[in-house]
């Protein structure tokens, strides 16, 4: 993936991921439980979660998942549908007047494909949503995508490379990349 970085397991540096993570749970599973109609409790809420006080414009809608929090940053007039997940320790950058349908996952983190490498690393790479981008539901975004301004992602689509400005893209047919090695003796 472009812009990957790798965070080795078992570090410091991968413990206080970790540790992050479990707050972050603790934190949005509160969020979820909040009376909806409650904003100043849901916009505190949010300013713990992600580490800085976010727009009031931004509309995040419940459930919401988030496993870091600290690598998510937002534009102006955001709208954000139930059951999203975002995965965010590679950094999101979402734009403003961006619409994220349901269910929509923004991944950047990952393991390497190579078996006897998957539990040594977490990869992570950036995803940047331009602005007035809208994500229909559904759809995944990989590790170190961009997507262009004015696109569209429509519904259940897996994005695993940039959106070109002012585009529409949809669900791709499946397609075998590699042939992996068999995994050698586990330790």
């Given at each position: 993936?472009?812009?990957?970085?790798?965070?080795?397991?078992?570090?410091?540096?991968?413990?206080?991921?970790?540790?992050?993570v479990?707050?972050?749970?603790?934190?949005t599973s509160r969020l979820n439980m909040l009376?909806?109609?409650?904003?100043?409790?849901?916009?505190?809420?949010?300013?713990?979660?992600?580490?800085?006080?976010?727009?009031?414009?931004l509309s995040i809608l419940p459930p919401f998942h988030c496993d870091y929090g600290l690598g998510a940053t937002f534009g102006e007039r955001v709208f954000i549908n139930q059951g999203c997940f975002f995965l965010d320790f590679g950094g999101i950058t979402i734009g403003d007047r961006v619409l994220i349908g349901p269910r929509v996952t923004l991944s950047t983190a990952g393991h390497p494909v190579e078996l006897d490498e998957r539990r040594e690393f977490i990869t992570h790479a950036p995803i940047?949503?331009?602005?007035?981008?809208?994500?229909?539901?559904?759809?995944?975004?990989?590790p170190g995508v961009t997507i262009g301004h004015g696109s569209v992602v429509g519904a259940g689509?897996?994005?695993?490379?940039?959106?070109?400005?002012?585009?529409?893209?949809?669900?791709?047919?499946?397609?075998?990349?590699?042939?992996?090695k068999p995994a050698s003796a586990a330790p």
């Amino acid at each position: 993936m472009r812009n990957e970085r790798r965070l080795p397991t078992r570090t410091p540096e991968s413990r206080a991921f970790a540790e992050r993570v479990q707050i972050v749970m603790k934190l949005t599973s509160r969020l979820n439980m909040l009376p909806f109609d409650d904003l100043d409790a849901r916009r505190t809420m949010l300013t713990e979660i992600f580490g800085r006080p976010v727009p009031d414009s931004l509309s995040i809608l419940p459930p919401f998942h988030c496993d870091y929090g600290l690598g998510a940053t937002f534009g102006e007039r955001v709208f954000i549908n139930q059951g999203c997940f975002f995965l965010d320790f590679g950094g999101i950058t979402i734009g403003d007047r961006v619409l994220i349908g349901p269910r929509v996952t923004l991944s950047t983190a990952g393991h390497p494909v190579e078996l006897d490498e998957r539990r040594e690393f977490i990869t992570h790479a950036p995803i940047v949503i331009e602005d007035d981008v809208w994500i229909g539901a559904a759809a995944t975004v990989t590790p170190g995508v961009t997507i262009g301004h004015g696109s569209v992602v429509g519904a259940g689509a897996v994005v695993a490379k940039d959106v070109p400005p002012l585009s529409v893209v949809t669900a791709t047919t499946i397609v075998e990349r590699k042939r992996l090695k068999p995994a050698s003796a586990a330790p």
